[in-house]
C-alpha cells in the first residue's frame, strides 16, 4: 500500500483528492440548479435551460485558452487564480435572488472549469510517469464519481432544490482547496516542470496543429455528440422528472439516481478499464456513444422506477467507457509540449452540454413532461450521431500508428 502512495506524485494525490471534495460540494448544488430556477424563480424550461447552458457555453469559448495560457506561463499561475476565483463564484450563487445573476454566475462558473480542469488533467500528465497515467487519470475519475456517491443526497437533505446555502458550503471548500494545492506547490517546486521553454506553439500553430489533426478533429466532433447525451442527465432528465405526472417525488428520485450513477461507476469503472485497457482507445468511445443513446431512449419510454434504473446503470457503463479513456486517448495523440492544448483544446466538445439544456428545455416546452418520447427519442438519435465520427478517428489512428511504426523500423 505504502509503495502505491508513493509510486504516485504527492501533487498529484492533491489534485485527485482535491477534486473529489469539490465534486461532493458542486453535485450537492449544481445538478439542482434547474429545479431551482423552475420551482422558486419560476422560470420557462427554456429560460432554465438558457441559464444552466451558458456555463458550458462559456467554458467552449475558453477551453483552448486555458489549456494553452498553462502550457507558456506554467500550471501553478492559471491554477492558483482559477480556483480561487472559482470560490468566489460559488459566493456569487450564493447571494443571488435574480435569474440574470444566476446567468452571470453559472458563466463564470464555466470560465474557471474550463480553465482549471484541462490545465490540471495537463499538470497530472506532466508529472505522472507513463506506466502510472491510466492508473493516475482513472483515480481521479473516481474520486468524481466518489464525490458524487454522496453530494446529491446531502445536497438534496439540505434542500438545494428550495435554497442556494450549499453554494457557501462550495466557496469554503474551494478556498481550503486552494489553499492545499499553493502549499503544496511550494513544496514540490524542485520536482515540478516549469514553463514551457520558447519552443512551445503560439497561439495560431497551436489551434492550426490541432484543427488539422486528422484523427483529433472527428474525435472532437463525435465527442461533442457525446457530451450532449451526457449533458440531458442533469439538465433536460432533472427537468422532465420534476414536472413528470408518471413519478411522484420526482426531484427526490433524481437525487437518487445521481448516487445510483456514481456508485455504479465505483463499482464498474476498474473491472471495465481491466477489460478494454489493451483495447484500441477509439472502441470504447464507440461502444459508450452508443450505450449512452440507448439509455436515454429508456428515459423516455419508462414508466416506473425500476427500468429508470436500470437506464441509470446502462447509462453509466457508457459514461465509464466514455470519459475514462478520453484522457489517455488525448495524451496519447499529442505531443509532449502541446498537451495542456490538446486538454484545453478537447474542451471544445462541451458545446454538446451547451445545446443539451437549450434542446431539452425546448422539447420540453413543447410536447410537456407527460410525452417522455416525444422528448428523448430525439434526443437518443442525435447523441448516437457521434459513432459515425469516432469510427473515422479509429480508421486515422490505426494508419497513423502503422505508419509511425514502419517509420521507427526503417530508422533502425
Sequence with gaps: MNQFVKQIHPLAWTIIIGTMFGRLVTSMSIPFLSIYLTRVLEATPTQTGIT?????????MVSFYGGYISDRIGRKIVMMVSVFSWAAVFFIFSAAEHLWVFFVANTLNGL?????????????????SPQNKLLVFNLRYAAINLGVVFGPIIGFQLGSSES?????ISGLVYIVY??????????????????IDVSAPRLREAFLTTSRDRVFLPVLI?????VLGYGHFSSTLAQYLAKSPIFENGSE???????????????????????????????????????????????????????????????????????TMMDMLIDRIAKPEWKGTYFGTIGFNNLGNVLAPVMGGLLLSQFGSANGPLVFIPIALTTALGIPF???AHQRLVVREKKQVETLHVGV
Design 52 to 60: 444552466v447552458a451558458v456555463s458550458s457555453l462559456a467554458g467552449v
Design 390 to 392: 469516432l469510427f473515422i
Design 222 to 226: 463525435g465527442t461533442t455528440f457525446c
Design 253 to 323: 428520485m433524481f437525487s437518487y439516481m445521481l448516487s445510483l450513477n456514481a456508485i455504479t461507476v465505483l463499482v464498474i469503472q476498474y473491472p471495465l478499464v481491466r477489460t478494454f485497457r489493451n483495447a484500441p482507445p477509439l472502441v470504447p468511445l464507440i461502444l459508450g456513444n452508443l450505450l449512452v443513446a440507448a439509455s436515454l431512449l429508456l428515459f423516455g419510454l419508462a414508466e416506473g422506477i425500476v427500468l429508470m434504473m436500470v437506464s441509470v446503470i446502462l447509462f453509466t457503463v457508457g459514461e465509464v467507457l466514455l470519459f
Design 112 to 128: 474557471c472549469r474550463a480553465v482549471f480542469e484541462p490545465t490540471s488533467r495537463a499538470l497530472l500528465s506532466d508529472i505522472t
Design 178 to 195: 486552494g489553499l492545499i494545492l499553493y502549499m503544496q506547490f511550494r513544496l514540490q517546486h524542485a520536482n515540478l516542470p516549469g514553463r
Design 164 to 168: 442556494t446555502f450549499p453554494f457557501v
